[in-house]
């Protein structure tokens, strides 16, 4: 690889790190993406907090939710 070229993709990586330690929400194009990251992975987590019919064949108990 070209010497100059491996010192702009190291700065460029050097950079990003940087920006990425200064301000966490850099990494994101936009705040939609930002909040769209963050609360994508409470989705699982709604079907928990649901009361469930109990798995168990023939029992119809309530199931205890968080």
Known sequence: MDKELQAKIE???DKAIADFQKD???IFANEKDTIKYKYE??????KWTKKQTCI???CNIKSISL
């Open 56 to 58: 168990v064949k023939g």
């Open 11 to 13: 700065y460029a990586i």
């Open 41 to 46: 992975s409470l989705s699982p987590l709604k």
């Open 24 to 26: 966490k929400e850099s």
